[in-house]
């Protein structure tokens, strides 16, 4: 079982910067392939970005290229998103998932049905 915690959300505006952070309980964080997330309202939960459980491959959706990067520290147990040039369009709650990935190799998955642990979310309001 793994418990993730979001932190990191806030209201910023249109042009900023923030980086959200994601802590996984649990042993070997590293057997784990990690996503975010998120999801407006109104909208489906959308697929931000992925990396795989030792941190050397990284996807992102199309929406979000050039703007975030997705890292992990596999020795504090946490997944970072680093936002950048942030528009209102990424309001949003923000979630990180997990997957065990030990007998998979190294992969990443990029829907969220193939996740199976889930973080409560944070809040990202961008003004413009």
């Known amino acids: 079982q793994v418990q993730l915690v979001e932190s990191g959300g806030g209201l910023v505006q249109a042009g900023d910067s923030l980086r959200l952070s994601c802590a996984a309980s649990?042993?070997?964080?590293?057997?784990?392939?990690m996503g975010w997330f998120r999801q407006a309202p109104g909208k489906e939960r959308e697929f931000v970005a992925a990396i795989i459980g030792s941190g050397g491959n990284t996807r992102y959706a199309d929406s979000v290229k050039g703007r975030v990067t997705i890292s992990r520290d596999n020795a504090k147990n946490t997944v970072y998103l680093q936002m950048n040039s942030l528009k209102p369009q990424d309001a949003a709650v923000y979630y990180c998932a997990a997957r065990n990935t030990y007998y998979s190799g190294s992969i990443y998955y990029t829907s969220q049905y193939d996740y199976v642990y889930w973080g409560q979310g944070t809040q990202v309001t961008v003004s413009s």
């Open positions: 649990g042993r070997t964080f590293s057997n784990y392939a």
